[in-house]
C-alpha cells in the first residue's frame, strides 16, 4: 500500500508536534501546517530530527482564512500528494468571564477553533469522498462538553467541532471517511501554562489521575483513529481526560 499522506495543522504547537511525531513514526508521510507568524521552523524541525523523525514537509497558512487554506492545502499536496488524513489541531484561547469579554475575544476563538474546520475541511472532504478513503480528526476539548467559566467562546467553539464532525460523519460515511473528534482534558503544553498557576493547581487538583495529560497521549489517539482498524468508527468523540469528566 502507498504511503499515506497526514496534513496536521497547529503541527509546530505542543499538541501538534506530538502528533506529527506520533504519524511519522507509525509510517505517515506528515505535512505540517504551521501559522506564518511562526518564526522558529528551523528549530522546531531539529527537534524533530531529535525525536528520529526526518523527512517532513512544512506549509504555512492562518487556518481561520479561506483563502491562506486553499494555498496551504495546495501547497501540501505538490509538496506530498493527495491528503489522506487531516487533523484539525490549530487552536487558541482567549479566556475571560463573559460579563468582561470583548467582541474581538469572541470572534478571534470562533475563526480560529471552529470557521477553521469548514476552511480546512473544504480543501480535502470531496477529494478522500473521490478517492473512497480517508480520515478527518478534529482536536476539540473537554471544555468543549462540559463548558468551562471564563470560556465562552472556547467552549463554543469546541462543541461546534464535535457537531461539524458528527454532521460530516454522517455525509461521508458511504464514501469510507470517517471524521471524529478528540476531546482533551487538560494537557501540559503552552497553552495550559498560561493558566494563572494557581487555578492550574486547582485543575490538576481536581482531576482524579492528578496529573496533567501528555501530548504524546493525544498523538497515540490520532495515529488509532487514522488506522484502518478504526475504520468502523465515525462522529465519535474521544474523551482522554484522566477521569476528569464523563459524557
Ligand atoms: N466558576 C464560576 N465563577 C468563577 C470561576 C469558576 N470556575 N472562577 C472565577 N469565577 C468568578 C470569580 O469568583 C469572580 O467573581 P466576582 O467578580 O463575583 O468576585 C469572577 O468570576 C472573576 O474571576 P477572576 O477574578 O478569576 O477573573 P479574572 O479576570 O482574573 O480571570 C479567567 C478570569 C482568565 C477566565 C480565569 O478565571 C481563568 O484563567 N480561569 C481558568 C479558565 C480555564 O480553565 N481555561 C482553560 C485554558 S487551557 C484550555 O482551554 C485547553 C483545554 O481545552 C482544556
Ligand atoms: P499550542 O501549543 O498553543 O498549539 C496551538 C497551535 O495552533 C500553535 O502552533 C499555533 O501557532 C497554532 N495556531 C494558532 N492560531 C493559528 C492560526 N490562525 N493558523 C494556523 N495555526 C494557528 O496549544 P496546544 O495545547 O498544542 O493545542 C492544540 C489543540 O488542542 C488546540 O486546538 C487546543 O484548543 C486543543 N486542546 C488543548 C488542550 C490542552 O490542554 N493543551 C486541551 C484540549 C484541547 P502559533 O503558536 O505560531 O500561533
Known amino acids: ?20 511525531i506520533s ?12 501559522h506564518p507568524e511562526f ?7 531539529k527537534e524533530m530530527a531529535a525525536a528520529g523523525v526526518k523527512g517532513t514537509a512544512a506549509v504555512a497558512g492562518d487556518v481561520s482564512d479561506f483563502a491562506s487554506c486553499q494555498k496551504m492545502v495546495a501547497d501540501a499536496e505538490a509538496a506530498a500528494g493527495p491528503i489522506d488524513v487531516l487533523i484539525n ?9 463573559f460579563a468582561k469579554m470583548e467582541k474581538d475575544q469572541w470572534d478571534a476563538v470562533i475563526s ?4 477553521s474546520l469548514f476552511n480546512m475541511t473544504k480543501q480535502v472532504s470531496a477529494k478522500m469522498a473521490e478517492r473512497g478513503w480517508g480520515r478527518i480528526i478534529n482536536i476539540s476539548s473537554i471544555n468543549g462538553v462540559k463548558g468551562q467559566a ?7 467553539a469546541k462543541a461546534g467541532v464535535i ?10 460515511a458511504a464514501k469510507n471517511v470517517t471524521v471524529n473528534a478528540i476531546a482533551p482534558g487538560y494537557v501540559a503544553t503552552k497553552m495550559v501554562m498560561a493558566i494563572k498557576q494557581e487555578i492550574l493547581q486547582g485543575i490538576i487538583d481536581s482531576v482524579p489521575m492528578k496529573r496533567l495529560g501528555k501530548p504524546e497521549e493525544i498523538g497515540a489517539a490520532c495515529v488509532y483513529l487514522a488506522s484502518e482498524d478504526a475504520g468502523f468508527i465515525t462522529g465519535a468523540t474521544l474523551n482522554i481526560n484522566g477521569g476528569l469528566h464523563y459524557q
Open 163 to 172: 457537531g461539524f464532525s458528527k454532521a460530516l460523519a454522517a455525509e461521508l
Open 1 to 20: 500500500m502507498a504511503q499515506r499522506v497526514a496534513l496536521v495543522t497547529g503541527a509546530m504547537g505542543g499538541i501538534g508536534t506530538a502528533i506529527c
Open 89 to 97: 489541531n490549530a487552536g487558541i484561547t482567549r479566556d475571560r468571564m
Open 23 to 34: 504519524l511519522a513514526k507509525a509510517g505517515y508521510k506528515v505535512v505540517a501546517a504551521y
Open 112 to 115: 480560529t477553533n471552529l470557521s
Open 39 to 45: 518564526d522558529k521552523p528551523a528549530e522546531w524541525e
Open 150 to 156: 471564563g470560556q465562552t467562546n472556547y467552549s463554543a
